[in-house]
């Protein structure tokens, strides 16, 4: 099973700076990743895929680089509406897995 | 507009069985793979189980192989989770999602909003 390790667990940023988070794989997954947006009591949503591709009606602020085992998901000046929890996944492998999530507070 | 509801979800006893559904709608249901993702209460998200657009295809998690089975019938837009002895590590909101994709990446896309199972004696 491929592990997948989000870094950090909790990101603390002020509204209009710029958020880094972190997903690094156990093995290679090539660009079989996708990143999801969660707010409380809601269900997940698709912000990219492929590694980099932003899904329909993602914002530009949204972001994702990386390949192989090195992934970054970047929201270059964060909105109210963007504190909630990111997770990572990867598509390459069966089972399929996710990041343990990154949770992006209000500083 | 794809839209997916889950239903069946409960308060169950360790060992007894529970069958949740999916219904789908919005999307050609029979050109899609689709999936099972839980979430334990105040935990991250567990990938489940997946079948493919004809159900000839289907994967699991090692957790849930030999008490959990996923079925689709695509006569009526429908996905399936038969949970059997269940255990109170099952407790989570369980969510349907559709397989999406470009022709090289696949990658869940829609998601339903849910159904929470309790196991609890």
């Known amino acids: 099973e491929i592990v997948m390790t989000q870094s950090p667990a909790t990101l603390s940023v002020s509204p209009g700076e710029r958020a880094t988070l972190s997903c690094r794989a156990s093995?290679?997954?090539?660009?079989?990743l996708a990143w999801y947006q969660q707010k409380p009591g809601q269900a997940p949503r698709l912000l990219i895929y492929?590694?980099?591709t932003r899904a329909t009606g993602v914002p530009v602020r949204f972001s994702g680089s990386g390949s192989g085992t090195e992934f970054t998901l970047t929201i270059s000046s964060l909105q109210s509406e963007d504190f909630a929890v990111y997770y990572c996944?990867?598509?390459?492998?069966?089972?399929?897995?996710f990041g343990q999530g990154t949770k992006v507070e209000i500083k | 507009q794809v839209h997916l509801v889950e239903s069946g979800g409960g308060v169950v006893q360790p060992g007894r069985s529970l069958r949740l559904s999916c219904a789908a709608s919005?999307?050609?249901?029979?050109?899609?793979?689709m999936h099972w993702v839980r979430q334990a209460p105040g935990k991250g998200l567990e990938w489940v189980a997946f079948?493919?657009?004809?159900?000839?295809?289907?994967e699991y998690v090692d957790s849930v192989k030999g008490r959990l089975t996923i079925s689709r019938d695509n006569s009526k837009n429908t996905l399936s989770l038969q949970t059997n002895s269940l255990r109170v590590e099952d407790t989570a909101v369980y969510y349907c999602?559709?397989?999406?994709?470009?022709?090289?990446?696949?990658?869940?896309?829609?998601w339903g909003q849910g159904t929470l199972v309790t196991v609890s004696s």
């Open positions: 999602a559709r397989e999406g994709g470009d022709g090289t990446h696949y990658y869940p896309d829609y």
């Open positions: 919005g999307f050609t249901f029979r050109n899609y793979g």
């Open positions: 079948i493919s657009y004809d159900g000839s295809d289907r």
């Open positions: 093995q290679s997954v090539s660009s079989n």
């Open positions: 492929a590694a980099s």
């Open positions: 996944h990867q598509c390459n492998n069966w089972p399929r897995t």
